[in-house]
């Protein structure tokens, strides 16, 4: 018989016009020869039940979630991954014969594109510039993955400190908030620098973050979660140090590969997702 209905998957944010997830998960359906949809839907706030509601109504393999909804949506989840638990955010539902399970793949993302470039966490000291939605994700899961200690650069005391004692309360990695004063030095024992702040994305490309640059050694890996573009002057900067870089990119197809195959059950075919990613931008 033939088949005329199609898979669903998609994104519910607000705004979400801008959203490229799209172009990279459809790449990819058709690359594997699947008859899967994404969609890139508007959802306002206070529609987040009705829509999670339509999750299971139209029977979707599953869902993004991106802002302004990553944390409001668990109340209308079923059952949510440990790593989603200690984020306290979601950015994948997976729909199931009516249940909806709650994915945290944004710092799963990093750590998986972290690894394809040859780093491994296990006993490693880590030291995250910022401690928004993004960095929170990279903290947690590089704790989860073995890191010894992950240092907090926050520019704002309270959210930095928070971040930090969850690490220190929810996860077996010690870490610790450092104020974020001008020119700040990086703690010299940091095996792997992370910029996870929002600062140096399109259009304000000529900001990098306020570091200390001479403190950033050749034997540090330097990461940034920007990915427009993806050589930032923060990465540039590092590479002039001799440090190894690894750019924004490698997480976002990285995570858009780990909820494809959330949905689809198959191997995400990677190349073909970054290079619809690397057109777009
Ligand atoms: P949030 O708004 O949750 O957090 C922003 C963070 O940046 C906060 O820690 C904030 O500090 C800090 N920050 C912003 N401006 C400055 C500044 N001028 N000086 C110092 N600190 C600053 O955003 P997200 O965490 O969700 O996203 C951060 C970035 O990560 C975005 O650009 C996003 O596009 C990118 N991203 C990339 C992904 C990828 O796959 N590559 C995935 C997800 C996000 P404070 O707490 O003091 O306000």
Same mark, same amino acid.
């Given at each position: 018989m033939k088949n005329y209905r199609a898979e669903l998957t998609g994104v519910f944010g607000d705004p979400v016009d801008d959203n490229p997830t799209g172009v990279v998960e459809e790449a990819a359906f058709a690359a594997k020869n699947l008859n899967y949809r994404y969609l890139t839907i508007k959802v306002r706030p206070e529609d987040l039940e009705t829509a999670m509601n339509?999750?299971?109504?139209?029977?979707?393999?599953g869902i993004n979630l991106t802002m302004p909804h990553k944390i409001k949506v668990i109340?209308?989840?079923?059952?949510?991954?440990?790593?989603?638990? !200690?984020?306290?955010?979601?950015? %994948?539902? /997976?729909?199931?014969? &009516?249940?909806?399970? #709650?994915?945290?793949?944004?710092?799963?993302?990093?750590?998986?594109?972290?690894?394809?470039?040859g780093e491994t966490l296990e006993n490693k000291t880590v030291t995250i510039l910022g401690a928004g939605g993004a960095a929170r994700a990279i903290a947690v899961e590089c704790a989860l993955n073995g890191a010894r200690q992950i240092?907090?650069?926050?520019?704002?005391?309270?959210?930095?400190?928070?971040?930090?004692?969850?690490?220190?309360?929810?996860?077996?990695?010690?870490?610790?908030?450092?104020?974020?004063?001008?020119? !700040?030095?990086?703690?010299?024992? %940091?095996? /792997?620098?992370?910029? &996870?702040?929002s600062i #140096?994305?399109?259009?304000?490309?000529?900001?990098?973050p306020d570091v200390d640059y001479t403190s950033i050694r050749p034997n540090m890996c330097?990461?940034?979660?920007?990915?427009?573009?993806?050589?930032?002057?923060?990465?540039?900067?590092?590479?002039?140090?001799?440090?190894?870089?690894?750019?924004?990119?490698?997480?976002?197809?990285?995570?858009?590969?780990?909820?494809?195959?959330?949905w689809t059950g198959e191997e995400a075919p990677v190349e073909v997702m970054e290079e619809a990613l690397r057109k777009e931008f």
């Open positions: 339509s999750v299971r109504i139209f029977d979707m393999r109340p209308y989840l079923d059952e949510l991954s440990p790593a989603a638990e !200690i984020i306290g955010a979601v950015n %994948t539902v /997976i729909q199931k014969d &009516g249940r909806l399970y #709650g994915e945290n793949t944004d710092g799963k993302g990093f750590v998986t594109a972290l690894k394809a470039f240092h907090i650069i926050n520019r704002s005391q309270e959210k930095g400190m928070e971040l930090a004692a969850l690490i220190r309360s929810r996860t077996k990695s010690d870490s610790a908030y450092i104020p974020w004063t001008r020119n !700040i030095v990086i703690p010299e024992d %940091t095996d /792997i620098l992370i910029n &996870g702040t #140096g994305f399109s259009p304000n490309v000529t900001e990098k330097v990461c940034d979660v920007i990915f427009n573009p993806c050589d930032t002057l923060f990465l540039k900067a590092a590479q002039k140090n001799g440090a190894k870089t690894v750019n924004g990119l490698g997480m976002l197809v990285q995570q858009a590969a780990l909820n494809f195959t959330l």
